[in-house]
């Protein structure tokens, strides 16, 4: 009989046990407290979340992915034992339109089901993403998710030819490419600066003499192997770039050639992408980037037989062949893959991966979220056989004092974490002005736009403390607009608005109304690259006004610029500014009627090719925020705006900010409202 009880007495501990690990906490807003970027196709969130204090995966599919989430919810302090929540991999060759669809379903326990490797490690994505860690505990929501990709290739494009990085800063970044579910490393490995790829051939590649920055930084083959296998565990493929002909200054330095069109080369250059492809075989590396981008000059010239030779010998190896449109067309009978850059369009009947436009290094982290959000990969809905995808880009061209000032001076996890949604969901054919402003407020796309951001900052607080990640809330923040007023060349022209505001202005005969309200806290008033934005004349003055609300008196930080400063080609559209100058084209904003000086810069002047002096304060976001005293109570803000040649980007930018110990975050208890009552005026 004793012996009987103890039998029922265990028995009982395992059932408090279970009901422990597997009991429903409090009801909770799964769709809000647990956002997935991307958001998934299919996505129902039930209202209970899942209390576990271990687990135990009950099935033997996809063993490596069961592992990496083994891994993981150990590393998070959830034991792996008997009693534990189950997690079951299974293989599901019929759920979705592709091998890379998965679903994910969690209830009283984990189901995964997919139909390769790639949807399981996807899923796990989705899974991670949910994890939440309180009090010892693991927390999941309960959601049930049907899931796949639009595009085939999802990725991400390093120039470490330039500036290089260490092999430990590539691997964070690749990390959180795998948890965005992109599946393409782009690895930019040769440039005019430095061949960053190890030839045991031909050492002199390596040899100091061929380095015009970052001298003797490369990657050993050991180092590139690595990296390789790193990928590989992630789900992702490395496309090594070794550009030629053009770019190829440091090629040229090591050997001593004056010119790409010396007998020698060819064959160096056979030798070469042998060497690079007996790092990996055609399973693990399918793809080779050869450039032949931006031949400029006649020291990189070739014939274009020279280009094809290289091609095939590549092809004969089993591998697909990528170049650059725009870059050297080849005959139609050799089959290469064109990677679309500035606006190029593709060839008919070739297939591609889109980069138009979506260059990194040219971005504000606020305006160019918006872009990277409604730009519509391959200009189509989804991805066929010839639109394979999009690539996004990192060229840091400009030289940069230390490796983290790459991830500091542009926002390359913002725009990771954005382009994901874009490249694995598709878009539909959007206006192409909300490229550049944000559509008006109430619309289908402004609320999608302000749903998924509220995504991005619950990402930004979780996953991406003391990391780069220079983004806050905007889309809430109205501007009016008033102008162009023709300055005639004279930045320094004062308009009837810096003396007293009122609705509208009559000036030179023409009457000018505040338009509005646009949102953001960046606003490009022409675009850089001819995107359709707020304005069409090619020189002028705006101002614009916005107004808000403190609860209190304080000192606030915030964010002003008013150029956007392409990380590449010098300090394009510079020189920049003297001391005393916000920027060259003089303009000036005020808060409630006093006028906020600019900051003390390092590095006052320079002229616009300054490519090999680094960059220190100049944006925004990576020098120390403006101090403005605000009053309690509502406070304006009025912005003069002049543009005109030299300058390249005619925009603003102007926003409250928090800096915290984990990164910047929204300033807090702050209220927006527009500052003029509009009315309807006839001319």
């Known amino acids: 009989m004793a012996k009987f009880l103890s039998w029922i007495w265990v028995v009982c501990l395992c059932f408090i046990s279970i009901i422990h690990v597997h009991g429903q906490s409090s009801k909770i807003d ?51 034992n ?31 089901s997919a139909n390769s490797k790639a949807g399981a490690y996807y899923a796990i994505a989705s899974l991670k993403q949910l994890f939440r860690k309180v009090d010892n505990n693991g927390h999941l ?55 960053r790829l190890e030839s045991r051939k031909y050492p002199q ?38 550009d030629i002909p053009g770019h190829t200054e440091a090629f040229r330095r090591a050997f001593g050639f004056s010119k790409m069109n010396k007998p020698q080369v060819l064959s160096i250059l056979l030798d070469l992408f042998d060497e690079l492809m007996a790092l990996a075989d055609a399973n693990e590396m399918p793809y ?21 030779t290289l091609a095939s010998h590549i092809q004969e190896n089993n591998r697909k062949v990528i170049t650059w449109k725009e870059g050297i067309e080849l005959g139609r009978d050799i089959v290469t893959i064109q990677q679309l850059w500035a606006q190029h369009p593709p060839t008919k009947g070739r297939q591609f991966i889109d ?13 160019g979220m918006v872009r990277l959000f409604f730009q519509q990969p391959c200009r189509q809905v989804r991805g066929d056989n010839f639109a394979l995808g999009g690539i996004l880009c990192a060229w840091p061209d400009n030289n940069v004092s230390n490796e983290r000032d790459i991830l500091r001076q542009n926002p390359i996890y913002t725009s990771m974490v954005f382009y994901a949604d874009a490249i694995w969901n598709g878009r539909p054919g959007y206006d192409k002005q909300h490229w550049t402003v944000l559509p008006k407020a109430g619309t289908p796309a402004y609320i999608a736009f302000q749903q998924f951001e509220e995504k991005v900052i619950k990402h930004r607080d979780l996953f991406f403390a003391k990391k780069e990640f220079p983004y806050v809330s905007h889309s809430g923040i109205p501007w009016q607009i008033i102008g162009p007023f023709d300055h005639g060349g004279d930045f320094s022209i004062s308009f009837p608005v810096e003396t007293e505001i009122k609705n509208r202005y009559r000036v030179d005969g023409k009457v000018f109304k505040w338009e509005g309200p646009y949102f953001g806290g960046t606003l490009h008033l022409k675009h850089f690259f001819g995107f359709p934005s707020i304005a069409e004349a090619k020189r002028g003055t705006f ?37 005393g100058e916000w920027h060259h084209t003089q303009p000036r904003i005020w808060v409630n009627g006093s006028p ?83 009315e309807h005026y006839d001319n």
């Open 596 to 678: 906020i000086a600019p900051p003390q810069w390092k590095q006052p002047g320079l002229a616009t090719q300054s490519e090999e002096i680094p960059f220190l304060d100049e944006d925004y976001f990576y020098r120390e925020p403006t101090k403005i005293p605000l009053k309690k109570g509502w406070n304006s803000i009025v912005l003069k705006i002049p543009f005109g040649k030299p300058s390249w980007k005619w925009m603003f930018s102007c926003i409250p900010i928090r800096e915290t110990v984990e990164g910047i975050r929204e300033a807090e208890g702050l209220k927006y409202r527009l500052a003029i009552k509009t």
């Open 30 to 80: 799964g769709k809000h407290q647990y956002p997935i970027i991307p958001t998934p196709k299919q996505v129902e969130y039930g209202d209970r979340g899942l209390t576990f204090d271990g687990f135990y995966m009950d099935s033997d599919a996809f063993p490596h992915e069961a592992l990496m989430l083994r891994k993981f919810l150990e590393g998070n302090g959830i034991p792996n």
């Open 205 to 242: 590649l390596q040899s100091d003499e061929a380095f015009s920055r970052d001298i003797a930084q490369y990657y050993t083959q050991e180092d590139f192997k690595e990296i390789l296998a790193f990928c590989k565990a992630r789900n992702i493929t490395v496309i090594p770039e070794l």
């Open 543 to 579: 101002y614009a006004t916005s107004q808000i609300y403190s609860p209190d008196h304080r000192v606030q930080d915030f964010w002003i610029g008013f150029h956007g400063w392409s990380r590449s080609g010098g300090r394009r559209g510079g020189p920049f500014p003297q001391q």
């Open 141 to 195: 929501p309960s959601v049930d998710i049907k899931d796949w990709p639009s595009f085939k290739v999802r990725g991400f494009m390093h120039d470490t030819g330039r500036n290089f990085q260490s092999v430990d800063q590539l691997k964070e970044q690749i990390e959180v490419l795998a948890n965005y579910k992109y599946n393409i490393f782009h690895w930019h490995l040769t440039d005019n600066p430095g061949w």
């Open 355 to 367: 980069s138009r436009a979506n260059y990194i290094n040219h971005l504000d982290p606020l305006a």
């Open 288 to 308: 080779i980037h050869m450039g032949t981008d931006e031949v400029r000059n006649k020291a990189e010239e070739v014939p274009t037989e020279f280009i094809e």
């Open 82 to 112: 008997t009693q534990g929540l189950a997690i079951n991999l299974q293989r599901n060759d019929t759920i979705g339109p592709n091998d890379e669809a998965y679903i994910l379903k969690i209830d009283s326990v984990v189901t995964i």
